[in-house]
């Protein structure tokens, strides 16, 4: 069984492309310091990009960037590695990538700064990525634009609802009325605050559309500023757990950047146990792959998303289709990491626990100090306030909570003394898993 094709939307996408011209036309040389996020999937680095995006003095993406690799012919099945890995031999016509890349960095701008035709432009295009199969047009989205925002200064949702995700409510609702299969349940807002704005609406099972550019959940994209020429001095931060697999091609992406690695790293048990849980989850969806898997505890339990694997697709997972969920997972994260490991050599790292990112406030102001000190920028007020006050979840399936995992201990334990996980967990410095939070 094959997938529709992307095409319709990437010529929607190229059409967009055409008329956003970007402000730096030489990314790829231009760029002074690239450093990546290096870690495995469900390894805390979305809540940890959330906290870094409050520094004005990086430069950051809206969001990840498969969707940009997808638009060059650079993902799975299309590079010919049979998973996510890229390297120096796919180093070839960068055109589509450098230009997509370059009219997305910059920095969050605040919903009551925002510019609305730049917004309008890029909502389209994110609404484009998450909803290949719609012919969504600009100028309604600019109306839905200008709906939402006047329904956000007419109502309040309360202050533990951030005011970017109520926006985002409103904006869907809005878009609803001209493309209903648009459904917000596949994007990372709040599930209490789509229940009362969407009380109707039911909670989807399968993927979100039968083709995928943008893996769901969706991020609620905030309105933005473009970086300009000499903002380039500063440090462009990447973060796709994908990534793991494409370490090589991202430095030679960047030949006159400094390249350094910061490698985020989380205990065995409970990052499992998070790909557990997101396998069985609405969302996640990355490879389409044309036949069921025959994974106990996923394609038995969510038959609708059976021909979908979830995550990054590591070298070697063929070998995997038909393994039990646990072992499939615990592949997921020793693989990831093993990558980001070989890779690493005399490269500039800095290694961060993400025990350390949610735990006290001064363990996590000291873990910043040690960063920001790395990256040489001053821990600024914006990002200072962000740590100690904490953010919402981000990307979670369920509420966090210390040892979580413990719920599946009799199925984790056993893969985390396995030796190919035991032997990762150790070089990570996870050895004593009475401390695995």
């Known amino acids: 069984m094959s997938s529709p094709s992307l095409g319709p939307a ?132 600019r109306e839905c634009l200008t709906q939402a925002l006047s329904r956000l200064a007419d109502e309040e949702e309360g202050p533990a609802t951030p005011r970017l995700q109520v926006f985002h409510a409103h904006f869907l609702r809005a878009i609803r009325r001209i493309h209903p299969q648009v459904n917000p349940y596949f994007y990372d807002l709040d599930d209490a605050l789509l229940a009362r704005q969407f009380p109707d609406l039911a909670v989807p099972s399968g993927p979100p559309s039968p083709v995928v550019l943008e893996e769901p959940p969706f991020v609620p994209i905030a309105p933005w500023r473009l970086a300009s020429s000499e903002e380039f001095a500063r440090p462009l931060i990447i973060k796709t757990p994908s990534n793991a697999y494409r370490l090589p091609f991202l430095k030679g992406l960047f030949p006159k950047a400094r390249f350094r690695i910061l490698h985020l790293v989380r205990n065995p048990a409970a990052a499992i146990n998070g790909l557990y849980d997101g396998w069985r989850y609405r969302g996640f969806h990355s490879h389409f792959l044309g036949e069921a898997l025959d994974i106990r505890g996923y394609s038995d339990d969510r038959p609708q998303d059976a021909m979908w694997w979830k995550y990054d697709l590591p070298p070697g997972w063929q070998e995997w289709r038909d393994r039990p969920l646990e072992e499939v997972c615990a592949f997921q994260w020793r693989s990831a990491h093993q990558s980001i490991l070989e890779f690493l ?28 000190a790395w990256l040489g920028i001053p821990f600024s007020s914006p990002l200072r306030r962000v740590v100690e006050k904490g953010l919402p979840p981000v990307m979670a399936t369920a509420r966090p909570r210390q040892r979580r995992w413990f719920e599946r201990r009799e199925q984790i334990e056993p893969l985390c003394a396995l030796p190919a996980v035991k032997d990762v967990a150790g070089a990570l410095g996870y050895r004593d898993s009475e401390e695995w939070i």
């Open 10 to 141: 990437l010529e929607r996408l190229a059409q967009l492309r055409s008329r956003r011209p970007p402000r730096v036309p030489d990314l790829f040389g231009q760029v002074k310091e690239v450093v990546v996020v290096a870690s495995s999937s469900r390894g805390g680095s979305s809540v940890f990009m959330e906290m870094l995006r409050h520094s004005s003095d990086l430069l950051h993406f809206r969001a990840e960037i498969n969707p940009f690799l997808v638009m060059a012919g650079l993902s799975h099945p299309d590079m010919g590695t049979g998973s996510d890995a890229l390297d120096a031999r796919h180093l070839g016509d960068l055109e589509v990538l450098q230009t997509e890349m370059a009219q997305d960095v910059g920095n969050l701008r605040s919903l009551e700064d925002a510019d609305q035709e730049s917004f309008a432009r890029s909502l389209t295009w994110r609404l484009l990525a998450q909803w290949p199969c719609l012919d969504v047009r600009e100028e309604e989205v």
């Open 345 to 372: 050599g005399d490269q500039d790292c800095l290694r961060i626990r993400f025990e350390d990112l949610v735990g006290p406030v001064a363990k996590r102001t000291d873990t910043f100090v040690r960063l920001c």
